[in-house]
């Protein structure tokens, strides 16, 4: 049992990373790595906010949505838009300076395709209440790594002589392809696909 | 957009080119690199978001003056949701292959943010022929993004275009560019090309001025 979770993990860690196998919330992957510091919020964000979408998603799954399949999306996005409205709330409250320190990247986790598919996959996958959990503990902090490994690459990249043209997205672009190359060298690992 | 309505047929040429969803506004990214595996798998995406993207303008446009506007981020996710359901089920009727094969991509249309872009942008603030061909622009110019970062893979991946296969049997396919590292690296120099060429073209408008 255990090793099975730690599969769920490490596959949604490392093997089938969200943002370099799967191309979810490249928006903010390529927006928001300027700075490792904000990258890092960022991503602990993200991860808390999959959490609990994901807690979210297999309650209504359970116990709402056998009766009404079709309704399975405009549940899911509308679950999603309450958690991070409720995430601000508590964060503003708790501590107003984590708050000012993420900005508009907090309500923008909405709009994240990154959450909306852990809650699809979850689904479709069939996990219960604990896999579910571990799996966005995985991918939240693979996409986490994701970012912060950008972003140190992007600070290093500010400081050499890079042509004019490749200045920007292109260059953004052509490392995250080198960095999915790289993450490609983890398949297998586990027995995940 | 420089405020003035360049009316339906103006509406959809800015799409296409000048204000081109992927590679001048950078929208819809994730979508545009997760399907593109090939080039009929980037036309699919490109009409199913198109014909979100249409029905959610036509609906938005149209109700404009009756929602509120400190709800009309949720109605609007509510419309493109429904839309997207539409969308998803048909597209499993009617071509099951090509749905098992984009996966929860179809859904996640919902979280596309060119359509939300596009409903708060254009749709909420325009009557309802500017918002289609609006909707229809944006969605051409996706769609054509797509089918080209599509049809780039599939050539150089697997050796063929739209399924036929193009160079014979001794050609050796490049698999790289239809695994997830190649989307990055083609839509990199796509995006490197239409740079260049708007370098280009600032230069020769400076060399104009000048003379």
Redesign the interface.
């Known amino acids: 049992m255990s090793a099975a979770l730690l599969g769920i993990f490490v596959s949604a860690l490392l093997v089938n990373n969200f943002t ?8 903010p992957f ?1 927006g928001v790595s300027g700075r490792l510091q904000t990258a890092f919020r960022l991503g602990m964000a993200n991860t808390f906010v999959m959490l609990i979408t994901s807690l979210a998603a297999w309650a209504l799954h359970t116990y709402v949505l056998i009766h009404a399949p ?1 309704l ?3 549940a899911y ?2 679950v999603i ?1 309450s958690t991070v409205q409720f995430v601000e709330m508590v964060i503003k409250k708790a501590s107003p300076a984590l708050f000012r320190a993420l900005g508009i990247f907090l309500p923008l986790i909405t ?3 990154a ?3 852990l809650a ?2 979850q689904t ?1 996958r069939g996990y219960g209440l604990l896999q579910g959990l571990v799996f966005a503990a995985g991918a939240g902090l693979g996409v986490t790594l994701a970012l912060v490994l950008m972003a140190g690459l992007r600070e290093e990249a500010e400081l050499s002589n890079v042509p004019a ?2 200045r ?7 490392i ?3 960095l ?2 790289a993450f ?1 060298g983890f398949a297998g690992l586990f027995g995940g696909s | 957009m420089n405020g003035r309505d360049a009316g339906f047929r103006g509406e959809i040429a800015k799409g296409l080119f000048a204000e081109n969803p992927v590679f001048v506004k ?1 929208l819809g ?3 545009a ?2 399907v593109t595996n090939s080039a009929i798998n980037g036309l699919a995406m490109g009409l199913a978001t198109t014909f979100v993207l249409f029905m959610s303008s036509l609906l938005v446009s149209a109700l404009r003056r009756l929602i509120p506007s400190q709800v009309r981020i ?1 109605t609007y ?2 419309v493109i ?2 839309f ?2 539409v969308a ?2 048909s597209l499993q009727a009617l071509a099951p292959a090509i749905h098992r094969e984009m ?2 991509f179809i ?2 249309i ?4 060119l359509i ?1 872009g596009r409903a708060e942008a254009f749709a909420s603030r325009h009557p309802v022929p500017a918002a289609l061909g609006d909707a229809l622009g944006m969605g051409a110019g996706f769609a054509g993004a797509l089918i080209l970062i599509g049809g780039v893979r599939e050539v150089l991946g697997s050796g063929a275009l739209f399924g036929f296969a193009l160079f014979g049997p001794r050609f050796e396919p490049w698999v ?1 560019m239809i ?7 083609v ?3 796509l ?2 090309l239409f ?2 060429r708007a ?1 280009a073209r600032e230069r020769a408008a400076a060399a104009e001025e000048r003379r």
Do not use: E, K, Q
């Open positions: 370099l196998s799967y191309f979810l919330g490249l928006c390529f079709y399975m999306l405009i996005i509308l838009a709009t994240n395709c959450i909306m598919a699809l996959f479709s043209l490749l920007g997205t292109a260059m953004s672009f052509l995250a392809g080198v999915s190359l490609m | 950078a990214l994730c979508p690199l997760a949720s996710i509510v949701a429904t997207v359901t998803d089920f996966g929860a859904a996640l919902v979280v596309n943010c939300l790289v695994l997830p590292p190649g989307g990055f690296l839509v990199g120099v995006l490197l740079a260049r370098a």
